[in-house]
């Protein structure tokens, strides 16, 4: 992940989730989850910062999309509480992994402040950007 990548990431994110008529946050990390690239939208309300930091750290640290986690996070499953380790994490959509050309996870993209649905198409939308 560099400074190029991330920017492009979090543009194609703004560009999706203006034409949805939401302000979200939009995180971007490495592959070491360290933080590349934020931006809170005009209008986007504070709470939903930190979380999609969470779910950009969810999708880096174990390199699988929060939403695919979040199925086995739930009560009963193999992963249930994965959501309170590592300082908090998010077992719901809108963490994505985002790979190179090659298929490897170079960092995760976090989207929080719409609905989870319009949270991970967002997401999801801004990281297959880079294949277009």
């Known amino acids: 992940m560099n400074t190029a990548i991330a920017h492009a990431l979090v543009a194609a994110a703004e560009a999706e989730a203006t034409r949805g ?3 979200v946050s939009i995180t971007v990390l490495d592959a070491a989850a360290h933080p590349v690239a934020f931006l ?3 209008g986007g309300a504070i709470g939903p910062a930190e979380v999609s930091l969470k779910k950009a750290r969810t999708a880096a640290l174990f390199q699988a ?3 695919v986690l979040g199925a086995a996070a739930q009560p009963g499953g193999a992963i249930y ?3 309170h380790t590592h300082g908090g994490l998010i077992s719901f959509g809108g963490g994505v992994v985002v790979r190179d050309a090659a298929g490897v996870v170079i960092g995760a993209i976090g989207v ?8 991970e198409t967002i997401a999801q939308v801004a990281a297959a950007s880079l294949h277009a």
Do not use: H, P, Q
């Open 112 to 119: 929080a402040g719409a609905t989870v649905e319009a949270d």
């Open 40 to 42: 809170r939208m005009n």
């Open 81 to 83: 509480s994965l959501e």
């Open 21 to 23: 008529g939401f302000a």
């Open 65 to 67: 999309d929060s939403a």
